[in-house]
């Protein structure tokens, strides 16, 4: 039942007086019902040019080919692949929380999933460009795929993780999309009921007829529940499969058996970050400071130190397994990454991923907005690096000293890699503008047992233990969406 | 005789709707329907509603997409076309297991969402059978079916009695076509 009170000692999810479903609808709906404030003119303008310059940067290196990259003989991966396992693992905090916080229950989830679902199948949209550019002849992407063909036909090697990777990819790519779209379902049906002219008949047809009844709610709920159940292991599946095309190589740094978990907390972590990037300049923005509370932001803070850490032992035990092994070839790349002529870059790597993050220890440092936003943009960064260490410090210098070189990006590269996070912001901007940013059904199923109002109502009541009672009102002196005053005695 | 097709009771809170739902069911007055804004558990236990099957459908999406996979990789590697790579064998099976666990996804996924759509006739463009617009927003809706029910009057009151904020007698079924 809808009514069923939680303790008192938790935090509210839903802040503010007043909130009733009507004003829920209201609040999360105002972006987009209404004419754009200037804050989202100004951020689509510089967005949408960084997507001009990456469509003017791919078509450049589909016209002239992947020579206009500064790859050579010896880095053979570079920006490339940096670029594609990168926004590869932003799109995974995306999953983590629609698909493992579900099953979980964590109800917290309710009003940030929409966002981070969205930033996921963007980020997988970066990615996949990436991969089908540094294809070279990006015409003939369908050859990964086991279609019959004229040349035997010989078909493709499914003992490759590179082709694992195709399906890995483009099913978590279509069933996030899927994922996304069943959960819009209803709140564009709401954006269809509050509509008139145009507007209602393509919010139609979106929303697929979509009316609410006992039945549909009831299936709903069940597809959710499997989709969650099947995503989960499945953007698990991703990133161990992305960090197996590193992985089953012999190359040193990249042949270690600990990369799938490695890559997989890495992919959560950077995503957690950006989902945090995003989120705060959201909320702010579209004044939904109600609904993605400070207990959201700390909570998305802690599971940055906790997926930071993991990041950081998996580290340490690279470098204990490179000593360990004995193997000259793999303790020298580790030492490379400090004394070689790279050692900016693994800096930025330990420092970004590891040292930094180690911060969020401290409470004030996770309830502080303005922090929590620099630090999600040093993991931004730092994820970056660290897999630009591990592409290109590895292969820069191998087995053979003959052969070393290094690595020079042209602007190619990085107009294709700045273009990228403009296409990304292109795509996320447009994305608030016309669908809600919040999921308003999951928003209400808290307002009766979550919110701020109900407890408050708890505790006028009076029937709550005092110690309990005080507890609560600690833990609300950290929201910056409460109005302290009331709780005044 | 009434013109009314359909009477809903309008709520503004779904507990009070339950015991909307309990009045009713007291009074033997059968309901067609109830739209709420956001999923009610409980709600298909009152009206009898069966568990949903989709769970079914879903395993037996996710067999057929492994299966599909697996034997197009067995035909095209093992036997169309075994390779030989350092004299081992072509039938490798944990190399196998990837893209059959995505296969495996993507069929569960696919299969069980178009099912559901299917089952409650969901598509783009599809015309919404709206009973009343603010069923997607703030009201909880019951809906009853006016034929066969006749003392509207009662079935009014005890929607009233209930604590339903509104009652309409809607002349068409569904308001939302043009």
Known sequence: MASHNESIIREPLVTGDNITYAKVTEDILRPVENMPNKAWWIGFTVASLGACLWVFAVSWTFWYGIGEWGLNKTVGWAWDITGFVWWVGIGHAGTLISAILLLFRQNWRNSINRSAEAMTIFAVICAATYVVSHMGRPWLAYWPLPLPNQFGSLWINFNSPLVWDVFAISTYFSVSLLFWYTGLLPDMAAIRDRATGIRRRIYSICSFGWTGSVKTWQRFEAVCLILAGVSTPLVLSVHTIVSMDFATSLEPGWHTTIFPPYFVAGAIFSGFAMVQTLLLITRKVLGLENYITMFHIEAMNKIILVTGSIVGVAYLTEFFIAYYSGGEYEQYTFLNRFIGPYWWAGCMMYGCNVLMTQLMWFKGIRTSIRVSWMMSIVVNIGMWFERFVIIVISLHRDFVPSSWAMFYPTWVDMSVFIGSIGLFFTMFLLFIRVMPSIAIAEVKLLLKSSSEQSKKKILAEGHVDAEQAEFYKESLTRFDSVELSAYEK | ?178
């Open chain 2, 1 to 178: 005789m009434s013109k009314t097709k359909f009477i809903l009771g309008l709520f503004d809170d779904p507990d009070v709707m339950m015991h909307g739902i309990d009045a009713l069911q007291k009074n033997s007055v059968p309901i067609y329907d109830v739209y709420t804004p956001m999923p009610i558990h409980g709600i298909d236990d009152k009206l009898g509603i069966k568990g949903s099957r989709l769970g079914y459908a879903a395993f037996m999406f996710g067999i057929l997409g492994g299966t599909t996979i697996f034997s197009i990789i067995y035909y095209t590697l093992v036997h169309d076309w075994p390779m030989n790579i350092g004299g081992k064998p072509a039938f490798t099976v944990p190399n196998f297991i990837p893209a059959t666990f995505e296969w495996t996804v993507l069929f569960t996924a696919f299969g069980m969402t178009i099912t559901f759509f299917f089952a409650n006739h969901l598509f783009p463009g599809r015309a919404p059978r709206v009973m009343d617009l603010r069923a997607t927003d703030d009201r909880f809706v019951i809906a009853i079916d006016a034929k066969g029910n006749v003392s509207h009057d009662e079935i009014t009151n005890i929607l009233k009695e209930a604590g339903a904020v509104e009652v309409k007698h809607n002349d068409r079924k569904y308001v939302s076509y043009e």
